[in-house]
């Protein structure tokens, strides 16, 4: 998965006070857009130094590599380098693993920082905090911290079978994809799988198994794995406003995706490769 980077290490802490040196590299996004220069397969991040003079908040570090979000606006774009949609940098099989991992993170902040910049209770503009990863606001105290949002990828099993998916409103997505679902307030995520797997497809499940989570910053998700059994009834029911495709596939039939970055995609092929999987499930839960 795409946080799966050892031995390389995404530094995550806090650190108050830092100071982009010229030599850092910074993350610049225009919306769902990066700022990077392609270079025999790989994507380089600008430096402070390519960028120029500039508000630089520090993000992480990968490994030693300190690693900044600049401000907008970028007036100018450093000669070699365009922006370019992070759906793309990650189609096009650019790396390495680590620094798409850094990328996707990046972006869940960026856009954490660009959507706080006033308080949601006053309207007042906000301050960072200089203890924490926080948004203040000087004039009624409410503290804004990073949204992470809770959702479930469900894998539901039926015998040698297993239900995938192809969402509606995703014409440029041509692979599979399991049945997934945000988690609504007043709800436990087994819950959620109960509730998702109902709302998309008709089915009613038994059996739900944890696998694993992944943080997926593109929609600021943490997502968590489940796997499960049809219980009942195998007919699907698909809701056609959320799908396009949903239907029972053999191990043979299973198409996995072009990347092993996403949790759904180890989990399809978890299913695939082995005649046991719920056995096998267990194991890897454990």
Not at 52 to 58: H, S
Not at 73 to 95: C, L, W
Not at 114 to 139: D, H, L, M, Q
Request: aromatic residues 10%; proline residues 5%.
């Amino acid at each position: 998965m795409i946080q799966d980077i050892l031995p390389h290490r995404l530094h995550n802490e806090f650190i108050p006070g830092k100071i982009a040196d010229p030599g850092d590299s910074v993350f610049v996004f225009d919306g769902n857009n990066c700022l990077v220069k392609i270079d025999d397969g790989r994507f380089i991040l600008p430096t402070a130094a390519n960028l120029g003079a500039g508000e630089y908040t520090y993000l992480f570090a990968l490994d030693d590599q300190d690693l900044y979000r600049a401000a907008p606006p970028v007036v100018k774009a450093p000669e070699g380098f365009e922006f370019m949609s992070i759906h793309d940098i990650r189609r096009r099989g650019t790396g390495p693993r680590e620094l798409m991992f850094a990328l996707f993170t990046a972006y869940h902040l960026d856009k954490w920082y660009k959507e706080s910049v006033y308080c949601g209770r006053c309207g007042s503009k906000c301050n960072n905090s200089s203890t924490e990863r926080a948004r203040i606001c000087p004039v009624c105290s409410n503290v804004i911290y990073p949204r992470i949002n809770p959702a479930v990828i469900v894998g539901v099993m039926n015998k040698d079978r297993i239900l995938v998916t192809k969402y509606a409103n995703r014409a440029n997505v041509p692979y599979y994809a399991l049945v997934a679902g945000f988690t609504e307030i007043g709800e436990a995520l087994e819950e959620t799988v109960v509730r998702e797997v109902y709302e998309e497809v008709g089915l009613k499940v038994k059996n739900i198994r944890y696998y694993k989570s992944q943080p997926w910053g593109r929609a600021g998700d943490l997502l968590a794995g489940f796997f499960c059994e049809v219980d009942g009834d195998d007919t699907i029911r698909m809701d056609d406003k959320e799908l396009k495709v949903a239907i029972w596939a053999s191990r043979d039939e299973i198409e996995l995706q072009p990347d092993d970055y996403s949790l759904t995609n180890e989990m399809m092929t978890v299913f695939k490769t082995s005649s046991q999987c719920s056995d096998s499930v267990s194991r890897e839960a454990t």
